[in-house]
């Protein structure tokens, strides 16, 4: 059986509010934001309520479906920035993604980014699963994670069908299926 939980907008809101003020505690202005997508471009969104920079997107392939966690031989380029937009050569910038799992698609996405030449470069996740990760976090980093969570499947209510269905099963915490 797989364990599940739930998260409502509200709660995601709040990490991404408690996220917003250690990025700006760090000391790191960030020029931009790379939203991952689809995953990170809503908790990207949410942060620039606190962190008014631009968002940008890059988009790419590993899980074959999002049901089952199979995922393809690597990491493939959807949608990327290319060329680089002039007001970001050299600038900082910060990765956005909702959960960091595998760990496998932000080590393509940050060794893709390093190669582009950004200057310092951070991440920003709002669930970090406790487990091995098949990827590595390229050195100099700076890693803000919102919740440490287990490897739990994670259901937010961007995701929801029914939204008064889902925030009913978040107040119900965590579930086997």
């Not at 920079?53 to 899980?63: C, E, M, S």
């Not at 470069?121 to 969570?149: D, W």
Request: proline share 4%.
């Amino acid at each position: 059986m797989v364990q599940k939980v739930w998260y409502t907008y509200d709660d995601v809101h709040k990490t991404v509010k408690q996220i917003a003020t250690r990025i700006q505690e760090a000391g790191v202005q960030y020029d931009a934001m790379i939203a991952i997508g689809g995953g990170g471009f809503i908790p990207a969104r949410m942060l620039r309520c606190f962190i008014d920079v631009p968002i940008y997107a890059v988009t790419t392939a590993y899980y074959l479906n999002e049901e089952g966690g199979q995922t393809d031989d690597s990491v493939k380029k959807i949608q990327w920035l290319d060329p680089i937009p002039k007001e970001l050569i050299g600038k900082n910038v910060l990765v956005v993604d909702e959960v960091d799992d595998s760990r496998v698609t932000m080590e393509f996405v940050l060794n893709e980014l390093i190669k582009d030449g950004f200057g310092k470069i951070g991440v920003a996740v709002i669930h970090n699963k406790l487990k091995p990760k098949k990827g590595k976090m390229p050195e100099g980093i700076a890693y803000f994670s919102g919740v440490e969570i287990e490897d739990w499947w994670i259901n937010y209510p961007w995701d929801a069908e029914d939204i008064d269905a889902h925030n009913r099963r978040a107040a119900a915490g965590v579930q086997e299926e």
